[in-house]
C-alpha cells in the first residue's frame, strides 16, 4: 500500500499561499449498478423494457457483511450478504411527523438515466449519465418536515482499495488507479463519498435538476472526529440544473491574518471528510405530497491540511503508528455495519414474497 510523507501546511503559511485543492466528494454517476442480476420470486433474472439486465449492485463499492453473521447461517445465506452504494440501494429516512404508511412505502431513491438527444443544453458531464433520483412524499398537513437521503451504510474511511469480481467479493487491497489521486489508498476516495487530506472547507456545491419546489437542501458531512455538520446549499425552487454553492462566511483569504498553529508532522493521520447524505427540509407552509428532486455530484474547495514532501526517515515504515490506528477504527467501522446489515438481510428474508391473492386461490378441488 502506497504512503506519502506530510508537512503541515501552516508551517508554509508564511511563505506566500495557501494550497487550496478542488475535488469530488461524490459522484452518482459512478454509482450505476452493474453487477448481480436482480431475480424474480421465482428465481428468474429480471430484464428492463428494452431486455436489458437489471443489476443490483454496484462493484466498486460492494461490502461483503457476512463475516458479521452468526454461525445459524448456512454459506448460501452469506453468500447473499453483499450490498454496495448502488443508488437503488440508497434509503430515505423522515423525521417522525412525515412517517406514515404511504410514505414510507413509497419515498425512495432511484437511478436516473440522463437522455435527451433533442435537448442541446444539456451538459457534457450530465448527458447519457445516470444521476440520483429521489422520491419523497411529504404530509400535507400543516408542519414542519424533513427527510434525509443516506447510504445504505455509513461509508467507511480507512477500508483499503481492492478490485472486486463479477459476484462482488473483493480481492486483496492493492494500488489504487493513478488517476484517482487516491494517495491514502483507501477504497471510497476518487468520487465515492471521501476526501482525505481536507483542513478549512472553503466552498460545496451540488450540481441538482430543480423541480420548482421550495424545499431547502442541507449537504450533511462528517470529519475525522465523527463531527457530523449540515451545510445549508439553498432552496430547490427553480427548473432545470443549477449548481448549488455553499461558501464559508468564515474563510480567511489572507493568509497574514490567519492564527498559525504547529502541530507535531507525525504520527497524524490525514484528516478527512465523508458523505453522510442529503437533508431535504419542508416549510409548514409550503406544499406537501410528492417531492421529486435529481442529484450529479457534490464537489468540495479546501485548504490541504497537509502538504507532501519528501522525508530522511520514512517515519511509517519504521514506528507503524499510523497504520495500527487505522486498523483499529477500520476493524471499527466495519463491526457496526455488518450488524445492522445482518438485522435488515434478516428482515428481507422474513417479508411475504407473494404479491397477491389469484382466483385459482379460491377454487376448491
Do not use: C
Not at 113 to 136: E, F, H, Q, Y
Not at 207 to 232: A, C, I, Q, W
Amino acid at each position: 500500500m502506497k504512503r506519502k510523507s506530510y508537512l503541515t501546511v501552516a508551517l508554509l503559511l508564511a511563505g506566500a499561499f495557501v494550497f487550496a485543492e478542488k475535488a469530488t466528494l461524490i459522484d452518482f454517476s459512478l454509482l450505476k449498478a452493474d453487477i448481480i442480476q436482480q431475480s424474480d420470486v421465482e428465481g428468474n433474472a429480471v430484464t428492463d423494457k428494452e431486455g436489458n439486465p437489471v443489476y443490483t449492485q454496484n462493484r466498486r463499492t460492494s461490502m461483503d457483511y457476512s463475516t458479521a453473521a452468526g454461525a445459524s447461517f448456512t454459506e448460501e445465506q452469506k453468500k447473499l450478504m453483499l450490498t454496495s452504494l448502488a443508488l437503488p440501494e440508497w434509503e430515505v429516512k423522515l423525521n417522525s411527523s412525515a412517517q406514515n404508511v404511504t410514505s414510507l412505502n413509497l419515498s425512495k431513491v432511484s437511478e436516473a438515466p440522463v437522455k435527451n438527444d433533442k435537448k442541446a443544453d444539456i451538459p457534457a458531464a450530465l448527458k447519457d449519465k445516470v444521476v440520483m433520483g429521489v422520491r419523497v412524499i411529504f404530509p400535507k398537513t400543516a408542519n414542519n418536515a424533513n427527510a434525509k437521503i443516506l447510504p445504505p451504510f455509513e461509508i467507511p474511511a480507512y477500508e483499503p482499495y481492492s478490485e472486486a469480481d463479477d459476484s462482488g467479493v473483493r480481492g486483496e487491497p492493492k494500488s489504487a488507479p493513478e488517476e484517482e489521486k487516491n494517495d491514502d489508498n483507501t477504497l471510497f476516495e476518487g468520487g465515492y463519498g471521501v476526501l482525505k487530506n481536507v483542513g478549512t472547507i472553503k466552498s460545496i456545491a451540488v450540481t441538482t435538476m430543480g423541480m420548482n419546489y421550495p424545499h431547502g437542501l442541507y449537504v450533511l458531512l462528517k470529519d475525522t472526529d465523527g463531527n457530523e455538520r449540515p451545510y445549508f446549499m439553498g432552496y430547490l425552487g427553480f427548473d432545470g440544473w443549477r449548481t448549488l454553492k455553499w461558501n464559508n462566511p468564515t474563510y480567511i483569504t489572507e493568509f497574514r491574518n490567519r492564527e498559525i498553529r504547529i502541530v507535531p508532522i507525525y504520527p497524524r493521520g490525514l484528516p478527512f471528510v465523508k458523505f453522510v447524505g442529503f437533508k431535504i427540509t419542508r416549510d409548514a407552509s409550503h406544499i406537501g405530497g410528492d417531492f421529486i428532486g435529481y442529484f450529479k455530484d457534490v464537489q468540495v474547495i479546501y485548504d490541504k491540511a497537509l502538504l507532501s514532501s519528501e522525508r530522511d526517515i520514512r517515519d511509517e515504515d519504521l514506528w507503524g503508528i499510523i497504520g495500527l490506528k487505522e486498523s483499529i477504527k477500520q476493524a471499527a467501522e466495519m463491526e457496526r455495519f455488518g450488524v445492522k446489515q445482518v438485522d435488515r438481510y434478516i428482515e428481507k428474508v422474513n417479508m411475504a414474497n407473494d404479491p397477491s391473492f389469484t382466483k385459482n386461490d379460491y377454487l376448491v378441488e
